[in-house]
């Protein structure tokens, strides 16, 4: 077994598991910090990755550090250029972990809207379809992004390219832990459907309700649902009918057809909401020939 690491292992240019030369700090999440690093291993491009480190104080024992470990394996068979591709799991000892995954490209959709507001609507249906495809190879194989919003999807301009990342640390997390189908909010509560609020596992059609708050955010660039608070927002996810892109955003215009292919996603009931991510897709390729 490694010898446990120690944040002065993750320092520019220290080289970990005499393989992975730090480069820099990357980006961090509220499960994990990640950082750039060069593979030794390989060469060129394919050298470049991302090393997202798990601490062992996630877990209650070893037997959730493995479990959690686990549920890796069948990430590591999707092959999606929409989806952040998993290289494998290393073990650091005293339940520490690190995921290789490819580097993502661009930015983060965050940073994107940031710098530009909101996206027109040729490009945001590209991008609504791209991140569909990559969704509908997670739920082929019985997963679940579980996390879905700006900061977890990354942007490439030219050609545009959208990348689904963080898949699975949610849901992996939820299921190493055995909570169950109930417990408190997991999620990111501006983007998490209000079943979540409730406690309900995430499952395929949160999944298609945090893309179809992103795509309107993308157009808007505005959330859906008003409110200054998270108790605010989530009365107002209460509401059977979604807002309307004109109401939310009376200063940009969108095609209504595009609205539409996009706000039964936002459904407060998930039964309303699409049952794939694929029929949504659809709607969208539908609302692009419109």
């Not at 879905?148 to 050609?159: A, C, R, V």
Request: net charge negative.
């Amino acid at each position: 077994m490694p010898k446990p690491f120690s944040l002065f292992d993750l320092a520019p240019d220290k080289v970990v598991a005499d393989r992975f030369r730090i480069v820099k700090p990357h980006r961090r999440s509220g499960l994990a910090t990640s950082f750039e690093a060069l593979d030794q291993h390989r060469e060129g491009d394919a050298a470049r990755c991302e090393l997202m480190v798990f601490p062992g104080g996630l877990f209650e024992g070893p037997s959730q550090a493995e479990e959690f470990r686990d549920g890796w394996n069948e990430w590591m068979t999707i092959d999606s250029s929409n989806v952040q591709r998993v290289r494998e799991v290393l073990d650091w000892g005293h339940s520490n972990m690190v995921l290789v995954c490819d580097f993502p490209p661009g930015r983060s959709l965050r940073a994107w809207l940031s710098a530009h507001g909101h996206m027109e609507s040729a490009r945001a249906l590209e991008l609504g379809r791209q991140l569909l495809d990559g969704l509908t190879e997670i739920h082929e194989r019985g997963l679940v992004h579980g996390d879905i919003k700006p900061q977890t999807i990354f942007l490439q301009d030219e050609p545009l390219r959208g990348v689904l990342v963080d898949g699975g640390i949610t849901t992996g997390l939820w299921n190493a832990k055995h909570l169950g189908e109930h417990t408190t909010l997991i999620g990111t509560p501006y983007y998490a459907p209000v079943e979540q609020f409730g406690g309900d596992s995430p499952n395929v059609q949160s999944d298609v309700y945090n893309v179809a708050t992103v795509l309107f955010e993308v157009l808007c660039g505005v959330l859906p649902w008003p409110g200054s608070t998270i108790l605010e927002v989530f009365q107002a996810k209460l509401n059977r009918e979604p807002p309307s892109m004109a109401t939310r955003a009376p200063d940009i215009e969108v095609d209504p057809a595009v609205s539409q292919a996009v706000l039964p996603g936002l459904a407060a009931d998930r039964k309303a909401r699409y049952r794939t991510a694929a029929a949504f897709r659809a709607a969208l390729e539908a609302a692009t020939v419109a």
